[in-house]
């Protein structure tokens, strides 16, 4: 719905929190139900003059069940956070839970047993070349609490080879296998024994279009079927449809955290506003990269009257009142509209520059994004471009 807002007084943006943005930041769960948290990290290599600060303050939050995918330059800090949040590093500053247990505070056995519920695949395979790829696969499944017998693990781990495709070469050795087989014994080896959470880096970088199409969709049945918490730490543009989020690591910090799904969603919605009409859904999921999530509670002011205008909202989820002032009363304010899921208002005040003609508050829990005004406009003037493009194409033909 369009509304024309004009007046305008103060807004009370503190009953909302907000979500300071760099691209969709996904909900962050505060009650301990993250795989892996990631608060303010901090890392640094080296000691003396040689100490070289290599993270910066970095926050990650991991469900169950969601494949990360971490992408960023080469010495971007990705492998050094996978191997703090894997154990494999210890945390020197900030906090860091994983399965929902403290890291930095956590003793060395406890480290042990946590541990054996994570799953590595690290880019040096660490294969034991005495060993057969089975063998090899059987390394993992014995540092375990629980042994099955001999046999039932030999079986899953033939069945697991089986799986990454090298169900023929169970019982070959590493000598007699490629880099891309043996990458993907260490793949076998990384899943066998069922972990909670996957840590991978550069999994498919040996492997051709097909076994590496295998290997991540064999990541998305664990993530799926058994609420696996995978994060990838990748440079393979080809398997990044795997991710519901993306991550992007730029000198030592997440310069960008992306909830792919989402951005999809918000496309979807975005393309069924008026204001956006002709521009096209990919431009749209791109664009809703740069809104900025909001969640407010019953009775929150998200706009105010009087106001100037600095944003279009679109509501995710939830539902807003629409209050303008009754003609002879400039205090009295009456219901106009109410607002649901999809609907948007805002943009007049960004179009005109004229100030808010209503308030406009939530009356249930409700989740906005919001587009700036520097964004909106650049919106603006591609669409512009895009309908004479569209234009000229037809007077073209
Ligand atoms: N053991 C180490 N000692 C000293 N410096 C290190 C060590 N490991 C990494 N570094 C430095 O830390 C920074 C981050 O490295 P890291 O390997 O985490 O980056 P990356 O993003 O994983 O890079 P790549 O994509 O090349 O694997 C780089 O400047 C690197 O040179």
């Known amino acids: 719905m369009k509304l024309p807002f004009r007046n305008d007084r103060s807004n009370?943006?503190?009953?909302?929190?907000?979500?300071?943005?760099?691209?969709?930041?996904?909900?962050?769960?505060?009650?301990?139900?993250?795989?892996?948290?990631?608060?303010?990290?901090?890392?640094?290599?080296?000691?003396?003059?040689?100490?070289?600060?290599?993270?910066?303050d970095n926050h990650l939050q991991v469900q169950p069940g969601e494949i990360v995918i971490m992408t960023g330059q080469s010495g971007s800090g990705k492998t050094t956070l996978l191997t703090l949040i894997g154990t494999l590093r210890r945390v020197q500053e900030g906090q860091l839970n994983v399965l929902g247990q403290p890291l930095h505070?956590?003793?060395?056995?406890?480290?042990?047993?946590?541990?054996?519920?994570?799953?590595?695949?690290?880019?040096?395979?660490?294969?034991?070349?005495?060993?057969?790829?089975?063998?090899?696969?059987?390394?993992?499944?014995?540092?375990q609490p629980n042994r099955a017998s001999r046999r039932e693990e030999n079986e899953r781990c033939s069945k697991m080879l089986t799986?990454?495709?090298?169900?023929?070469?169970?019982?070959?050795?590493?000598?007699?296998?490629?880099?891309?087989?043996?990458?993907?014994?260490?793949?076998?080896?990384?899943?066998?024994?069922?972990?909670?959470?996957?840590?991978?880096?550069?999994?498919?970088?040996?492997l051709d279009e097909e076994s590496g199409r295998q290997v991540v969709t064999l990541f998305q049945r664990e993530a799926r079927e058994r609420g696996v918490a995978i994060v990838i730490v990748t440079h393979d543009n080809r398997i990044l449809d795997v991710a519901d989020r993306i991550v992007k690591m730029d000198f030592g910090r997440i310069a960008r955290d992306t909830n792919l799904n989402e951005a999809a969603v918000l496309g979807e919605m975005l393309?069924?506003?008026n204001v956006f009409t002709g521009v096209a859904i990919s431009t749209l999921t791109e664009?809703?990269?740069?809104?900025?999530?909001?969640?407010?509670?019953?009775?929150?002011?998200?706009?105010?009257?009087?106001?100037?205008?600095?944003?279009?909202?679109?509501?995710?989820?939830?539902?807003?009142?629409?209050k303008q002032p009754s003609h002879d009363s400039s205090n009295d304010f009456n219901e106009v509209a109410t607002l649901h899921d999809g609907d948007y208002f805002g943009e007049t005040a960004l179009l005109t520059g004229e100030p808010r003609n209503a308030h406009v508050d939530a009356t249930t829990?409700?989740?906005?994004?919001?587009?700036?005004?520097?964004t909106f406009a650049d919106v603006m003037s591609q669409r512009k471009s895009i309908d004479e493009e569209v234009r000229s194409s037809l007077f073209a033909e």
């Open 12 to 56: 009370n943006p503190s009953s909302a929190r907000t979500v300071a943005s760099r691209g969709i930041t996904p909900e962050i769960a505060l009650d301990g139900s993250a795989a892996i948290d990631v608060r303010g990290v901090n890392h640094y290599y080296g000691t003396g003059d040689a100490r070289k600060q290599v993270l910066h």
């Open 105 to 143: 505070d956590l003793s060395q056995v406890n480290i042990g047993n946590l541990r054996k519920r994570l799953g590595f695949i690290f880019q040096a395979h660490n294969l034991f070349g005495s060993l057969t790829a089975q063998q090899n696969v059987r390394m993992a499944l014995e540092l």
């Open 163 to 206: 799986e990454v495709g090298l169900g023929e070469r169970i019982h070959y050795k590493p000598s007699g296998l490629s880099g891309g087989q043996k990458q993907r014994v260490a793949v076998a080896r990384g899943l066998v024994h069922q972990p909670d959470i996957l840590l991978a880096d550069e999994p498919t970088a040996a």
């Open 271 to 273: 393309s069924k506003c």
């Open 287 to 322: 664009i809703s990269r740069s809104m900025t999530r909001t969640e407010h509670a019953p009775g929150d002011r998200i706009v105010t009257y009087g106001e100037v205008g600095d944003r279009f909202y679109l509501i995710r989820e939830g539902s807003v009142s629409v």
């Open 365 to 374: 829990e409700t989740v906005t994004y919001s587009l700036d005004a520097a």
